[in-house]
């Protein structure tokens, strides 16, 4: 059975850092599958965050997170984790791992998802 763990989440000050990660079982990293890291802030949509290819040679990050989020995979962990740095109030909501065929930000390309972790980032 395929699953997503996600783990990490949690209350920090603005500025502060959060490491997220994402366990997978039921299947395999090496080299096929894709994951992508997504956010639900409370009364909008799921946006995508960040994602990388099954080879970890392509990642992606939207503008409002560049410099900031780090993505990574260890595949003989089975685990991708993304690395939050300098947090503000409005990266708080939560946050969802997804497994895919493609690191893209829309969420077609995705088809298993964790439950998701709550990251809040207040004063």
């Known amino acids: 059975q395929v699953q997503l763990v996600e783990s990490g989440g949690g209350l920090v000050q603005p500025g502060g850092s959060l490491r997220l990660s994402c366990a997978a079982s039921?299947?395999?990293?090496?080299?096929?599958?894709?994951i992508g890291w997504f956010r639900q802030a409370p009364g909008k949509e799921r946006e995508g965050v960040s994602c990388?290819?099954?080879?970890?040679?392509?990642?992606y990050y939207p503008d409002s997170v560049k410099g900031r989020f780090t993505i990574s995979r260890d595949n003989a962990k089975n685990t991708v984790y993304l690395q939050m740095n300098s947090l503000r109030p409005e990266d708080t909501g939560v946050y969802y791992c997804?497994?895919?065929?493609?690191?893209?930000?829309?969420?077609?390309?995705?088809?298993?998802w964790g439950q998701g972790t709550q990251v809040t980032v207040s004063s």
């Open positions: 997804a497994r895919g065929t493609v690191c893209n930000r829309r969420q077609y390309w995705y088809d298993h």
């Open positions: 039921g299947f395999t990293l090496n080299n096929y599958y894709a």
């Open positions: 990388i290819s099954s080879n970890g040679g392509t990642t």
